[in-house]
């Protein structure tokens, strides 16, 4: 059923090409339209149900404080040399404009007075005041409403305003805080380039043919522009993380071009038959088109898993990606088959090898092959068919050492440390990278994750000066500003600041033992209560958050990937091998991130400015994009071994063969996708470095260790087993889509 659609959808398609070209073009116009008419701003809401952190923000906002918006600080330091503030009037004059011309800009609620408490005198210099012990540098706190009432051009504003004083002032001026990082552009414009560029060249090398290269990308671009335009629609909605294009970016990109690349290997495949260009673009995507179809609603299902971890970001997050995965199925089915009916023979030619094409009719296209090629091709077929018949010959070995491989991989995984990279690791060109560490100079790592504890002290009005004294007293406490109470609520809220940063694994254990012990031994057993709030508060809840669902996630984007195997390959043991190989080529994946971002093992061929904790929520969000990934590859390569099995009987034949003709073009898919992800791991942002090496490692072991050796060596040493299925379960499972029928598509 579904091959009848996908055949009359590509036919259609090939046959009225310029037809359907156009309707992508306008789809694509119309998406950009909308998105620039009623689209959002992309913004990182870490708003969780039922973590602490959360309930002090509620009390903060009961309170009024407006402790519960955005903020930016503006760090300054006097250009001449080793003067302070305390030895320098001009410094101390500018310092008062800055201040006051910052305190003018839209939308700020107010802002600290260094200057003012200067010219006060007295012990204003301490930890958490506005200037540093020695007077040489000094902050001005920016406080803005919630990020709902904001824009991108706040945060404009104040970089102009910083620029144009940097001009006028006698003063170094750097800027950051929670603005910056809720409205800067994510990095990702020259990687999408670069990874396009690399996929190009990748897609030459394969096809040999410049036409056949440019199709995939072609494809990709539009689906790109479609499935982003799109993404920023649904941000006039509701709020989507900023990490969310980049991230579609990099599976767009990956899964569109390796679609592209399935049906278009396989079109070839059917034009060297002679086939009708028309006609073979037909039969590529009712044939190829049936696993792309299948591995594109794995990728969706998989992401989709991501509900499950009742972590809200999360879940906008995977919706959003999901959508531009979607859009690349789709146009794999209707844009690419439209494509390849308009180039007509030239996707014939590959290069040198073909240049004999020499006529086309709308029945018959006649070809003049060169020996030298095909011998070539054979060749090539023949090295993939010994290394798999070499395999197969000592299944044991290779299945134990690829296996111990990946396992010694996967061992710093026993380390893996969740948190999310401070201003710290950013690169020292950008300003928050520099004011971050100005602040740390003059005041101290915890100045820049300050804690915010928000208490009700309802029937005990001493709560508070208990709360001061006691956390003050807590050894990873370095001060406690005065306390602010609200009168209209009682609410009263301590700014506190630890003696570590923020992605200090010592400063996750401040905020732990503060709920656990310090809290409850100051508020006793009244009716007050208090919570622990703040950035770093909250971004420890998230991550423990995600580590406590992280199980159930897992369990579930097993369960789903299991039952659509077993549907498709009907078979007990091919989808529990299939998920069992995956998870430790995911694993070797987290293991390799964590040397490279933790240990800091070859950080600094990619950029790393200084070792990183691994961001909360990304392992989370790469299990279920890999592991939708991975099954791409499985189906691919495991219905080609099915057809030959179905074909011929024999098991051992099956899996040389299929696992052969499979080779080379899984190769290819892979390569693109490294290239893509890695272009990725080069980016400014830590978080992205992440997405782009962990997403490369793991489909680059996918796609060699895994499907090269331990698919055809396990599958070796099963047997006839592979394909056991009970009887009474056969009656009961559904027939599915691909593989089932002796044909799969794959090329």
Do not use: C
């Amino acid at each position: 059923m579904l091959s009848k659609a996908l055949l009359r959808l590509g036919t259609g398609a090939a046959r009225r090409p310029w037809r359907v070209i156009a309707a992508w073009l306008v789809a694509a116009a119309l998406a950009v339209l909308a998105a620039v008419a009623f689209g959002g701003r992309n913004a990182d809401s870490m708003t969780v149900p039922g973590l602490d952190s959360q309930r002090a923000a509620q009390l903060i906002e009961r309170a009024g404080t407006g402790q519960e918006g955005m903020t930016a600080q503006v760090v300054v330091t006097p250009l001449d040399g080793g003067a302070t503030f305390f030895d320098h009037d001009g410094a101390r004059a500018a310092l008062a404009r800055l201040q006051t011309e910052v305190e003018r800009l839209p939308h700020v609620l107010g802002t600290s007075d260094p200057a003012g408490a200067l010219d006060a005198g007295g012990d204003t210099a301490v930890r958490g005041g506005p200037v540093s012990l020695d007077g040489r540098i000094a902050v001005v706190r920016v406080q803005y409403p919630d990020q709902s009432r904001l824009s991108a051009e706040d945060l404009d504003a104040l970089v102009d305003l910083g620029d144009r004083l940097r001009a006028e002032l006698p003063l170094r001026i750097e800027m950051g805080g929670s603005l910056f990082y809720a409205f800067s552009e994510p990095d990702g414009g020259a990687s999408e380039l670069i990874g396009l560029l690399a996929a190009a060249a990748i897609l030459f090398l394969a096809f040999g043919s410049l036409v056949a290269a440019a199709l995939p990308i072609g494809m990709a671009v539009f689906g790109l522009t479609v499935g982003i335009a799109t993404m920023t629609v649904l941000a006039g909605v509701t709020d989507v993380p900023t990490f969310a294009p980049v991230l579609g970016s990099m599976v767009g990109l990956g899964v569109g071009i390796d679609y592209a690349l399935f049906v278009l290997a396989r079109h070839r495949e059917y034009l060297a038959r002679g086939l009708d260009p028309r006609e073979a673009a037909g039969r590529a995507v009712a044939t190829a088109g049936r696993p792309v179809v299948f591995a594109g609603g794995t990728v969706v299902v998989s992401i989709l898993g991501l509900a499950v971890a009742d972590v809200p970001f999360m879940t906008v997050g995977g919706f959003a990606v999901s959508i531009v995965v979607l859009t690349m199925v789709a146009a794999s089915v209707t844009l690419l088959p439209a494509f390849l009916g308009a180039a007509g023979p030239r996707l014939a030619r590959a290069g040198r090898i073909d240049r004999a094409l020499r006529s086309w009719k709308p029945g018959r296209l006649a070809l003049r092959r060169d020996p030298a090629a095909g011998a070539a091709r054979a060749a090539r077929a023949a090295g993939w068919r010994r290394w798999i018949g070499h395999v197969g010959r000592h299944p044991v070995p290779y299945a134990v050492g690829a296996a111990g491989l990946l396992l010694t991989a996967a061992l710093p995984v026993l380390g893996l440390r969740v948190g999310l990279p401070d201003d710290g690791s950013l690169p020292p060109s950008r300003t928050e990278r520099r004011a971050y560490d100005l602040v740390a100079e003059g005041f101290g790592p915890g100045t820049n994750g300050p804690l915010v504890i928000a208490a009700d002290p309802t029937g005990d009005p001493g709560v508070v000066d208990r709360l001061v004294a006691t956390v003050a007293a807590d050894p990873g406490i370095a001060s406690v500003a005065p306390p602010h109470i609200d009168r209209a609520t009682g609410i009263a809220t301590l700014v506190v600041f630890p003696t570590t940063g923020p992605q200090d694994r010592a400063t996750a254990d401040t905020v732990a033992r503060l709920r656990s012990d310090v809290l409850p031994t100051a508020i006793g057993p009244g009716p007050a209560r208090a919570h622990v709030g703040g950035a770093a508060a909250s971004l420890s809840d998230v991550g423990r958050r995600t580590s406590q669902r992280l199980p159930v996630v897992v369990a579930a984007v097993l369960a789903v990937s299991f039952l659509l195997l077993m549907l498709v390959f009907r078979s007990v043991l091919v989808p529990l091998k299939a998920v069992l190989l995956n998870l430790l080529s995911i694993g070797a994946a987290y293991g390799i991130m964590v040397a490279v971002f933790q240990w800091g093992w070859g950080g600094s061929l990619i950029g790393l400015e200084a070792t990183v904790p691994i961001v909360s929520f990304i392992p989370m969000f790469l299990f279920a994009i890999l592991f939708g990934l991975s099954m791409d590859y499985e189906v691919f390569l495991l219905s080609r071994v099915r057809e030959e099995y179905l074909r011929t009987g024999d098991n051992g034949t099956a899996i040389v063969e299929g696992v052969s003709r499979t080779a080379r073009i899984i190769t290819s898919a892979a390569l693109v996708m490294v290239a893509v992800f890695l272009s990725f791991a080069v980016t400014e942002d830590p978080s992205t470095k992440m997405f782009g090496l962990g997403l490369a490692t793991a489909i680059l072991i996918d796609a060699t260790v895994v499907r090269m050796v331990l698919v055809p060596a396990t599958m070796t040493l099963l047997g006839r087993a592979n394909w056991w299925l009970p009887k009474w379960l056969d009656r009961i499972l559904p027939r599915g889509p691909v593989g089932t029928d002796g044909t799969d598509g794959t090329g």
